[in-house]
């Protein structure tokens, strides 16, 4: 919105001057009529309305209205060329002119030079009240003047009461012109103040901050939407007053618990908010203070959004408890068990063989827990070295060691800060690790290597273990004490061969699961006879292997259903490996590779066993003409 300027004229001929001026000029000025009092209550009525941002007036008129309104104000001033205007008109009246006006005006006006011109006798007279006005009027009419010149109508008034002439000094259009001019340099600067304001309370309202600034007097001059929130005090209590005469102590309370330059917790209304206070201070002179409010968990859900972006795809849990297949009772016993544990946030221990589904359980208690949306960080502790597992565990300060990246690196303590770290094979862990460990776990503080500061860490622990942790206490190769942190929730993952009931289920969703990754159609249904074999088996490697074996059903299958022989030949294979009890002629050791390598090793080594194309057909569960294919294909 544009600003407005007013003009508030004190008699009928300076209206038309600033009315003739205001088109010439084109500018919108409004111009009232009103003199003394008249005029300042429509100044006033200006001003309360914001109807205008400047107003203009002149003499007694001007004075008065300066003195009553918060908005600036510019004086018409009086020229030399009207003061000598006035005198010009009222010299052939007169022998002695008597020139009266305010005492500010002193020395103003050269009287010397205009009486020279005019050759007319002229004396001035300043005062200070109306009394002095009056008196010097009385003083000028016995020392022979017979004419009074002056600058506002109340000299003319008294002049005319003591039987003298009067001559009003009138605004000179070129007078007006200044004044407007000045206005509109100051309707500029308000302009431009103006639109920085609305540019910082546009910056106050988009900070996730709650401002407060007082100026020196500790009067609150910024004061955000954010704080309104936090500090439950609306702004409209609160702007333009001193903050200890505000109705709402909860800004006096984080005024004075608040400490200079530093960052405190001030709880209020059951709400923890991290209170900063500042001088703001301008060549070492304190113009105000800046208070920053801070709602602490808004900013802890900050820290846990960038910490889990910061944690790769591979670290986020994936898997919940409507991906365990299976339903055998023992299997959903240990579902329902693991559910009672999400709600906790106790330390759990998961024992089972490899492959039973440890990490499954792991990431499934994360996903229900209320740590669901922080991070899940896994590790497997038999996988590294100990002393690049107690780096990426505990994490390092720059120039740690040789080869320490710069900056340093946060562990995977801090990387897992608001949601669960799960430690796989724990019993692989050092000793020295385990007591660190330990310390971890009781302190909830993690210390970088190479550095001197504890950071606090809110971290829910799953330790994963195959291994009889008791077998190790008593080798001496587990610590108990830390053996009785972990183990305070236990979960016995039991294996594949004690719950065959789930094969089936497993089977089907994992065909499912293959046939949508490898854009085939095979039928999840498996004839009896499959499930017979499947149901023999001794599974060693748990419900990892039986996926693999599903997974390498999927991919060589070329029908649309799996065949017994494939199923058997694939067991064989593994199963062979794995297991002494079976014959030579069961038994080929192929090398890894691609599974093309591996598929052409099968492929030759069957027919060395068999040299039959019918036998090593059905052995290998393909059709005549897909062996022929394959012959050919290998032949090459
Ligand atoms: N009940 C189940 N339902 C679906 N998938 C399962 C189930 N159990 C295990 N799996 C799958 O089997 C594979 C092995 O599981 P996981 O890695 O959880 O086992 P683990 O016990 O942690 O093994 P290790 O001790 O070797 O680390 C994974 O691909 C997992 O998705």
Known sequence: MKSKIALISPYPELTNIAKRISVAQGEDIDIYEGVLEEGVEIAK???????????????????????????????????????????????????????FG?????????????????????SCFYYKSEKELREKLYESKESGIDMAVGTGACI????????????????????????????????????????????????????????????????????????????????????????????FNTLQKIYKDSQLA????????????????????????????????????????????????????????????????????????????????????????????????????????????????????????????????ESELFGYEEGAFTGAKKGGKAGLFELAHGGTLFLDEIGDLSLNLQAQLLRVLQEKKVMRLGGHQLIPVDVRIIAATNTDLKNKIEEGKFRRDLYYRLNILTLTIPPLRERKEDIEVLCINFIKE?????????????????????????????????????????????????????????????????????????KIIVNIGTLEEMEKQIFKEIFLKYNNKKEVARVLGVSRTTLWKKMKEYEK
């Not at 500090?231 to 505000?246: G, M």
Request: aromatic residues 8%; contains cysteine; proline residues 2%.
């Open 45 to 99: 009525k200006l001003s309360n309305q914001k109807e205008a941002d400047v107003i203009i007036s002149r003499g007694a008129t001007g004075a008065l209205i300066r003195k009553n309104i918060d908005i600036p104000f510019v004086s018409i001033e009086i020229t030399d060329f009207d003061v000598f205007l006035a005198l010009y008109e009222a010299a052939p009246f007169s022998n002695h002119i008597g020139f």
């Open 102 to 122: 305010y005492d500010y005006k002193k020395g103003h006006f050269d009287f010397e030079l205009f009486s020279k011109i005019l050759n007319k006798k002229i």
């Open 156 to 247: 003319i008034e008294e002049a005319q009461k003591l039987g003298l002439k009067g001559k009003l000094v009138f605004s000179s259009a070129s007078s007006v012109l200044q004044a407007i001019i000045t206005a509109k340099n100051i309707r500029a600067v308000i302009e431009k103040d103006r639109g920085q304001k609305e540019l910082i309370n546009t910056l106050l309202e988009h900070i996730t901050e709650g401002i407060i600034a007082l100026d020196e007097e500790r009067k609150v001059i910024m004061y955000n939407s954010v704080s309104e929130k936090l500090l439950k005090a609306p702004k409209k209590e609160v702007l333009n007053k001193k903050i200890f005469d505000i109705n």
């Open 262 to 389: 530093k960052e405190e917790i001030i709880e209020i209304e059951n709400k923890k908010l991290l209170v900063k206070r500042s001088n703001i201070n301008i060549d070492s002179k304190n113009i105000g203070t800046v208070i920053t409010v801070q709602d602490i968990s808004k900013i802890q859900e900050v820290e846990q959004s960038i910490r889990t972006k910061l944690v790769k795809k591979g670290l986020i849990a994936t898997y919940r408890f409507e991906d365990i297949y299976g339903n055998s009772k023992i299997l959903l016993e240990t579902i329902n068990k693991a559910k009672k544990y999400s709600c906790t946030d106790s330390t759990v221990l998961i024992l089972g063989e490899s492959g039973t589904g440890k990490e499954l359980f792991a990431q499934s208690i994360h996903n229900e827990s209320k740590r669901s949306d922080g991070p899940f960080v896994a590790i497997n502790c038999a996988a590294l070295p100990e002393n690049l597992l």
């Open 514 to 586: 293959f046939n949508e990754l490898y854009g085939k159609k095979i039928s999840p249904q498996l004839e009896d006879k499959i499930y017979k074999l499947l149901f023999d088996y001794h599974w060693p490697g748990n419900v990892r292997e039986l996926k693999n074996i599903i997974e390498k059903c999927v991919i060589l299958c070329e029908d649309q259903k799996i065949s017994y022989s494939l199923i058997s030949s694939l067991l064989n294979e593994t199963g062979l490996i794995q297991n002494n009890d079976l014959n030579d002629r069961q």
